[in-house]
């Protein structure tokens, strides 16, 4: 099965710095609510290739479903054999079309009155952007950014930080860290940044080596699960748009893989698998809660993954890449077992916690209940 695409025309494109570019794309009419999206999450851009006919790469919105304006914002930072990257910065003009799936992923605060702690590194900075500007917006609780940069030409969105920083004196406050100034940042110096500020909402973007270091620190100073969010980003292995041969768009995406790691889908933290559990021999009773609405099913097929059953009864359940490689589709179980065929985005916490992709999950239990919150 593939996945829904819409012809967007591009209606801006920013030079952010030197090697990053903001592209905003008008909504079609009569998308509007496939496009309204939560802050934190990312599209998914079929970008042209000559060898392979569309690459399949992802990028974070940073921009805020509180602006009315009818379009959406991606930022594209370079990397240097980054194929999808470079071809977005060089091509991409005011008037052309690509295609894109609707916003997935699940980067993203669960109250915007939560006092907000956001760590960006780089062009991690495009999802923590999107959540700060919405926080501002429609919430009311005190949001810290800690951006990490190489040098003061690498900082994106500088300006409009400033300006946000200044409207806000009393809810926004933003630190910035310059390697060149202050060397990289270490576990000691998060630790005592984020020491003050255990009650928040932690969400960190950015390098592996800064997430890993920050992350870890967030864990020893007791930051629960549920307010510890890490964005990281893994290649698709496979195509939703459904234009290319399974071995080509494979081979495509080990090459990106070892050498573009801003072209890649946010997802969640590790490469673990969930246990194998012998299916379950007849129907199952299904039942998943989705903005707000419970959806029950009595002839779940134990075969059939839970995405494709929801699907086929009519569910618009949220996906992207339907290959385990991303977080779009994760719920969160309540009751019963799941097996997952492939996972390439949950760790062993996330597993504990009853997180599941729903995509690659078939029933091991007569009875499962999911909810999407």
Sequence with gaps: MTTQSFELEVVDVVEETADAHSITFRVPDGAEADFAFKP?????????????????????L?????????????TVKRTAEGYASNWLCDNVRDGDTLRVLAPSGIFTPASLDSDLLLFAGGSGVTPIMSIARTALARGTGRIVVFYANRDETSVIFARELTALAAAHPDR????????????LPTAEQVRAFAADRSSYDAFVCGPAPFMKMTVGVLKELGFPRERRHQEKFVSLGGNPFGDLPEVEQAAQEVAAAESDPDDAAPAVD???????????AGPVRLEVELDGETHAFDDWDPATRMLDHLEANGVKAPYSCREGECSACAVRL????????????LDDEDLAEGIRLACQSTPTTDVVRATYS
């Design 40 to 60: 934190g999450q990312f599209l998914t851009l079929a970008v042209p290739s000559d060898q392979t006919g569309v690459a399949a790469r992802c990028y974070s």
């Design 334 to 345: 309540l009751e019963g077992e799941v097996a997952m065929a492939h996972n390439d985005v």
């Design 172 to 183: 926004l406050q933003v630190v910035h860290w310059l390697e060149s100034v202050q060397g």
């Design 62 to 74: 940073c921009s805020s479903p509180a602006d009315e304006s009818g379009t959406v914002t991606i």
């Design 270 to 280: 590790a490469e673990v698998a969930a246990p194998a559990v012998p299916a379950v």
